[in-house]
């Protein structure tokens, strides 16, 4: 069975320019979560999507949203950039329908995106 | 405010010796907790949780102990093997809000 993948794998973006990331989940999972790593942050919860509806949210301002569609593939956006967005961007899927932490989530490889 | 905390950023052990995480937490309402392990240009992958209604959970080399009263965990290793070498996160959550909350990462270094 194959895993998450995510594209791209590296970004490079200049401040003010806005990017699209995809993350595909393993076959059959429904439930797809996004997370931002940063040296200083660790890994924080962006927000989680389960059957095209966004069922979870972190504490992120509003240049980042995401949607799911019904292949249960998502996408996350980043709008107006800054130099504080340069992190790992990682992507984990899980069966969903349970409680979602209680759920084992299986991460992609993520994006490293660069803002310059 | 970090409400899971990692107070060691990096450790190094022995191989063939017990190698032990710890993790504590500030927010009493969590009651489902989780470790993960991450390689090298490599997603996390999920190793073991526990629920708050236990205070032990076991799954092979893997033990984490739960002391609730002390808002402290710990993820024991045993033996530590060089494949273990890695950072490790400790996270949780709570029902009601449901988001997993994750610690910074301990790097864990196995000596030959």
């Known amino acids: 069975k194959a895993g998450v993948t995510q594209t791209p794998r590296y970004l490079i973006k200049t401040r003010g320019q806005q990017v699209t990331l995809s993350c595909s989940p393993i076959?059959?999972?429904?439930?797809v979560s996004w997370y931002q790593q940063t040296p200083g942050q660790g890994l924080q919860f962006l927000f989680e999507y389960f059957s095209e509806t966004q069922r979870n949210k972190g504490n992120f301002p509003g240049r980042f949203s995401g949607r799911q569609f019904s292949n249960s593939r998502s996408e996350m956006n980043v709008s107006t950039l800054e130099l504080g967005d340069s992190a790992l961007y990682l992507c984990a899927s899980s069966f969903g329908g349970g409680r979602p932490s209680a759920d084992t989530q299986y991460f992609g490889p993520g994006t490293r995106l660069t803002v310059l | 405010d970090q409400q899971v905390k990692q107070n060691s950023p990096s450790l190094s052990v022995q191989e063939g010796r017990i190698s032990i995480l710890n993790c504590d937490y500030t927010?009493?309402?969590?009651?489902?907790f989780l470790w993960y392990k991450k390689y090298p240009a490599e997603g996390p992958t999920f190793l073991i949780s526990i629920s708050s209604i236990k205070d032990k959970n076991e799954d092979g080399r893997f033990t984490v102990f739960l002391n609730k009263s002390a808002k402290h965990l710990s993820l024991h290793i045993v033996p530590s093997q060089p494949g273990d070498s890695a950072v490790y996160f400790c996270?949780?959550?709570?029902?009601?809000?449901?988001?997993?909350?994750f610690g910074k990462g301990t790097r864990l270094h196995i000596l030959p």
């Open positions: 927010n009493s309402m969590f009651d489902y």
């Open positions: 076959s059959g999972h429904r439930s």
């Open positions: 996270a949780a959550s709570d029902d009601r809000d449901d988001k997993i909350i």
